[in-house]
């Protein structure tokens, strides 16, 4: 892949909202858009020395384990607020219904496609480019990869020119509401609005709530999502199931 092809596909992935990933464990019962992910992993990417990125994808990782409730491999860090429900989700996937589209409970495996600039051993740039990608997906989203597989798809004499900034994708208008859960939700810090990306931005079923919503740039979603959960149980009556989408960063 050419550096050029590298940008178009970036840009194309920028366009597509991507997988359902999930944020945290199994008892945080809140899920991520890959280009929502995206948004913070390829400017951490993109920061270090002598890498030009391209295509970076993001979707389980097969060699490790799932992350079921009482998974020992778990962070007690990242451990959710223990607000079980009695979710439809597959089996083992954890105490709340996986959202179509998405992805269960488990750790995720990063692929990216990258240019090396002369300059720097490709092993060195590699272990650089690791570290930065682990770092965003846990620190800057809350996201649990536990690999990732770098493919160098083309080596540069010099860092290519600064490529223009592809304006972002036209936003959707905020959907007006009056639901209770929505407006909790909305008085919750590093809450931007509420979304209707996959229907109404409270989505009700027998037993079980879903917001969807987007979380303002430079909050840590799964910090947002667990606090906006919260407060979406709180003001949903009866329901024993809440769960939250991520759908984009503002």
Known sequence: MTTAEGWTAAVRDRLAPGRLLPLGTAGDGAWITERAARGVLAPAAAAVRGAVPGTLRIGPDPTEAGDGPGDAGADPAEAGDGQAGAGDGPAGAGPFPVPAGGLGPGPLRITADVGAVAGRPLPELSEELRAALLGAARDGVGLRVTAVD??????????????????????RPAPATDDPVALAVLRVAGVAGVTDTWGPPVHRSPGQVRVEMAVTAG????????????????????????????????
């Open 150 to 171: 770098l493919r160098v798809t083309e080596l540069l004499d010099a860092e290519p020119p600064e490529a223009e900034q592809a304006p972002p994708p036209p936003g």
């Open 219 to 250: 909050h840590r979603p799964l910090d947002v999502a667990r606090a906006a959960r919260s407060a979406a149980a709180a003001a949903a009556e009866g329901a024993t199931a809440v769960t939250v989408l991520v759908s984009e960063l503002r």
